[in-house]
């Protein structure tokens, strides 16, 4: 197989999306290529919505492929993701600096490990609001190229941090460095307005964060590794993403295809478009034709559906392999691995389990079960948020990946083909 040619959409994919508002916008790319109609959740869907279709709040998107009859017949078969990734973000009032250099201030987002962050070519992206006739107007702002950096403390002024280890406060070391010459209040501002085209006064707020800029690529000696920021959770959302196309194109035969990509998993879920939010249980009312109507329907679909919960998963460290189960190793380029926890932090039970391992074997795909250990706290993911939002049985999966949260990830250039397969039969049955 050639990883390199398999897969390389994925990377063109993670690279147009620096932020989960571009995340979106490139889902809906493909989404219009392929005939989906997208939706104003504002608006009415009528008698019979598109078979075909999509609807968008901010950083998250949720797309359906099949007739409204399957998911009354037959329930969903939902596979859920989400678009956001640790980063660092700015504040409201961003410029800053001292000693001579202009500085923005940011703000931790999500679980960063923040070494990773050190002396990094930097950039902004993400969505600003901007004044119009009519009131506001969200515009997406990515700037290519080399553009702020955080320098690390020289080894000569902390001669002990390879010993003792590299400690840094969020509020003091990690502003970025992106100019000289004193602090001006309106820097930013007038930045924008000329990466948007409009007046610096028209620029009345931003969710903008900093992001790598340089590109995904595959690595190894037989190119059999991908080297690439944000692969938790970008890799999950392509995988996801490309299941549902083929299952669009195939037919969408059986239960509803669902796609529902969320932003804040990082932090918690807890939004109007997070996994803690009704966005897709609304979106499914509304797709059955019962919204704030009687709920008799809704129930037995969800009765009769099952969700795939696709986030990251850790390979075993090869420096630091006492701190995986030995008897759950996993290795890149294995398969998918379907995580499992008896606690429920993920929300995989042997029904949803053997559901998810026939698939992958009707998809001709190795398959890998992970474990954490048991005197370590173990993290979660969307999968337990929406089986209990919903009350549909659900199955924890991921490609295996190592250097989780930091700024430049590593996975196997075969998997995301391996896991797109497994979750295309997963939405077929």
């Keep these: 197989m050639d990883a390199t040619a398999d897969c390389a959409s994925l990377l063109r994919f993670i690279d147009a999306s620096p932020t989960p508002f571009h995340a979106v916008e490139s889902v809906a790319r493909y989404l219009d290529a392929a005939g989906f109609q997208r939706c104003d959740e504002r608006e009415d869907f009528g ?32 596979l ?27 703000e931790v987002y999500g679980g960063v490990l923040l070494n990773s962050w050190l002396d990094r070519d930097l950039s902004l992206a993400g969505r600003v609001m901007v004044r119009t006739p009519r ?6 702002v990515k700037h290519d190229g080399a553009l702020l950096r955080i320098p690390q403390l020289a ?29 001006d209040e309106h820097l930013l501002q007038r930045f924008l307005a000329a990466q948007l085209g409009c007046s610096a006064d028209d620029v009345l707020s931003w969710d903008l964060m900093l992001y790598d800029v340089v590109p995904s690529t595959f690595a190894g000696l037989s190119r059999e590794l991908v080297f690439a ?18 299952h669009a194109a195939a037919g969408a035969r059986g239960p509803l295809g669902v796609l529902c990509l969320f932003d804040h998993e990082e932090v918690g879920s807890t939004s109007d478009r997070g996994a803690q939010s009704p966005l897709l249980e609304y979106a499914l009312e509304r797709l059955l034709g019962e919204a704030g109507a009687g709920r008799e329907s809704f129930h037995r679909a969800m009765a009769r559906s099952l969700c795939a919960s696709i986030d990251m998963a850790h390979a075993t ?12 190793w996993i290795a890149l380029n294995a398969g998918p691995v379907i995580k499992i926890n008896t606690n ?10 053997a559901a998810f391992q026939l698939a992958a074997e009707r998809a001709g795909v190795p398959l890998q079960k992970y474990f954490h250990r048991s005197n370590l706290a173990c993290g979660s993911t969307i999968g337990p948020l ?44």
Excluded at 61 to 70: L, S
Excluded at 135 to 140: D, I, K, P, Y
């Design 155 to 183: 080894i000569h002024l902390d001669r002990e941090v390879n010993s003792r280890g590299l400690v840094l406060d969020p509020q003091h070391h990690l502003a970025p460095v992106w100019g000289l010459g004193r602090t």
């Design 344 to 353: 429920m932090r993920y929300a995989t039970d042997a029904e949803s389990e």
């Design 135 to 140: 009131g506001a107007e969200a515009r997406l």
């Design 47 to 78: 008698a019979a919505p598109p078979t075909r279709g999509y609807l968008v709040r901010s950083g998250s998107v949720v797309a359906w492929a099949g007739e409204r009859a399957a998911l009354r017949e037959h329930g969903a078969r939902i």
């Design 317 to 328: 460290h090869p420096n630091y392999r006492e701190k995986h189960e030995p008897e759950h």
């Design 229 to 246: 920021p944000r692969l938790d959770n970008l890799c999950s959302c392509w995988c996801a993403l490309e299941a549902l196309l083929a």
């Design 80 to 106: 859920g993701a989400h678009t956001d990734s640790p980063n660092l973000r700015l504040k409201a009032r961003a410029n800053t600096g001292a000693a001579g250099f202009r500085q923005l201030g940011v």
């Design 386 to 429: 929406t089986a209990a939002r919903l009350g549909v049985r659900t199955v924890d999966v991921g490609c295996a990946q190592l250097s989780m949260h930091s700024i430049r990830e590593l996975c196997g250039a075969l998997d995301p083909r391996f896991m797109a397969r497994a979750l295309t039969e997963f939405l077929a049955r």
